[in-house]
């Protein structure tokens, strides 16, 4: 698949793109990153990209220009119809469900937005879809596309050093769709706590179920909406809804 990044700042992606597990996967191009910059499809000697708002007030706004000629430039390049996202505090929240359609496709080009935003004509012209990381404001869309390319990467075949090691993951609908256990290392007692014994067990069962009960017993606590998808899929058994029954009254 191919990620095409539209952004004022390549070099923030630079360490990003070469660090930590998914590298693997940047650098063999099984997610193939392009990056962009608006900047360089800009008119004149100082190559503008912004300019202040119609109307006053703080701040400056992209313009469509140079992000529309940036466009054009990638889809020659690509030479197929895909979406264009740009990141905004506007956009849908982005979750497990939109990850995993975007490791299922083709890619996409991912417009990140600066200053106050982008030229509202471009997104009526130009953008597909609208992205936001959550109720907060970033100071740029690149951290919201490295959230998603990560995400993304990590989904793809053999890219997480176990494989499918993230099938264990939370929100996985595949499994079960509720937040992850509770993890342990080395040393098996740390500061006077000990790691639970029943990981300590080497009893494949006994570890299996613990950790099923963590899971069950974290998400009711924490996210009792997950606990009432995953009933509504179908994807408790009569063992999980014993656990759940157990835990105090209203948690799930
Ligand atoms: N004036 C805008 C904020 C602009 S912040 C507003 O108040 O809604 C500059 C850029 O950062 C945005 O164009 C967007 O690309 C990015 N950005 C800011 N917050 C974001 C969020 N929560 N999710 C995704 N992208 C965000």
């Known amino acids: 698949m ?14 990003f793109l070469a660090s930590g597990v998914t590298r693997r996967a940047f650098q063999s191009k099984q997610v193939d990153v392009h990056l962009w910059n608006p900047r360089d499809f800009a008119e004149g000697n100082y190559h503008r990209v912004d300019d202040r708002p119609f109307g006053g007030g703080p701040g400056m706004v992209m313009m469509a220009e140079p992000l529309a000629q940036c466009l054009a430039a990638i889809r020659g390049e690509r030479g197929d119809g895909a979406p264009v996202l740009l990141f905004s505090p506007v956009g849908a929240r982005l979750d497990h469900a ?61 890219v997480l050093g176990d494989e499918d090691s993230h099938q264990f993951d939370s929100f996985n609908p595949a499994l079960d769709g509720l937040l992850d256990c509770p993890h342990y290392t080395r040393p098996e007692e740390w500061e006077g706590r000990k790691a639970p014994p029943e990981l300590l067990s080497g009893h494949h069962a006994q570890i299996e179920r613990w950790r099923r009960d963590r899971r069950l017993e974290a998400t009711a606590r924490l996210r009792p909406d997950l606990v009432a998808a995953a009933r509504a899929a179908g994807r408790l058994s009569a063992a999980d809804e014993a656990v759940l029954a157990k835990l105090a009254p209203g948690s799930s």
């Open 98 to 158: 939109g990850v995993e359609q975007w490791a299922a496709g083709s890619g996409a080009i991912l417009v990140c937005g600066r200053y106050e935003g982008v030229d509202q004509r471009f997104i009526d012209r130009h953008v597909q879809v609208q992205v936001s990381l959550g109720d907060f404001v970033l100071s740029g869309g690149e951290i919201a596309a490295m959230a998603l390319l990560d995400a993304v990467a990590r989904l793809q075949p053999g």
């Open 2 to 15: 191919r990620f095409d990044v539209i952004t004022l700042f390549p070099e923030l992606f630079e360490p």
